[in-house]
T-cell receptor, first 116, second 114 residues
Framework: DAGVIQSPRHEVTEMGQEVTLRCKPI?????LFWYRQTMMRGLELLIY????????DSGMPEDRFSAKMPNASFSTLKIQPSEPRDSAVYFC??????????????FGEGSRLTVL | GENVEQHPSTLSVQEGDSAVIKCTYS??????FPWYKQELGKGPQLIID?????GEKKDQRIAVTLNKTAKHFSLHITETQPEDSAVYFC?????????????FGKGTHLIIQP
């Protein structure tokens, strides 16, 4: 398996523009997570899907952020409009686990976002 | 909710020496403690984990210890090598912590000096 695949690897955009980050989880995994990594705050969970259904989005910073998982093999994280403080590395991770018994998280290589 | 503290934030050791990274957690219900290694430009990768029914686990040069009473767990790397240089994250999983109960520490940047 190729692992979790994220695109783009790098994105530079201007404030106010829409940003869409994409993720393909490992085939067969039933959970998908979006994390944001910054020096100040470390790894923060933004949203978690189980069987394609958003379960917990309490980590999404504000309404400018949205995430979808239309099928088991694809998810998007969208920021509209983007702001400089959104600059970070965004990771997608997938796992096969059940409630109360977490499975190993497999991370993608991340999407580095810079908002000017 | 769970709170995970990780120390130190940066650790520099001579090649061949041992390195120890320590974490504490707040929720006694947490029962699973993984450690992730993140190399430059890559995503975190699981290197070792321990469950609350075990006090110690070893895999070649790395070991993890857990003290449930004190709510401490530690990562030990012996005979450090240049390829051990990376950022290491501890995490604690609380099965009652909602849909996803995994909380990460802030990370330790381990530097192996030649």
């Amino acid at each position: 398996d190729a692992g979790v695949i994220q695109s783009p690897r790098h994105e530079v955009t201007e404030m106010g523009q829409e940003v869409t980050l994409r993720c393909k989880p490992i085939s067969g995994h039933n959970s998908l997570f979006w994390y944001r990594q910054t020096m100040m705050r470390g790894l923060e969970l933004l949203i978690y899907f189980n069987n394609n259904v958003p379960i917990d989005d309490s980590g999404m910073p504000e309404d400018r952020f949205s995430a979808k998982m239309p099928n088991a093999s694809f998810s998007t994280l969208k920021i509209q409009p983007s702001e400089p403080r959104d600059s970070a590395v965004y990771f997608c991770a997938s796992s096969f686990g059940t409630s109360g018994n977490t499975g190993e998280l497999f991370f993608g290589e991340g999407s580095r976002l810079t908002v000017l | 909710g769970e709170n995970v503290e990780q120390h130190p934030s940066t650790l520099s050791v001579q090649e061949g020496d041992s390195a120890v990274i320590k974490c504490t957690y707040s929720d006694s219900a947490s029962n699973y403690f993984p450690w992730y290694k993140q190399e430059l430009g890559k995503g975190p990768q699981l290197i070792i984990d321990i469950r609350s029914n075990v006090g110690e686990k070893k895999d070649q040069r790395i070991a993890v210890t857990l003290n449930k009473t004190a709510k401490h767990f530690s990562l030990h790397i012996t005979e450090t090598q240049p390829e051990d240089s990376a950022v290491y994250f501890c995490a604690a999983y609380d099965p009652g912590g909602g849909a996803d109960g995994l909380t990460f520490g802030k990370g330790t940047h381990l530097i192996i000096q030649p």
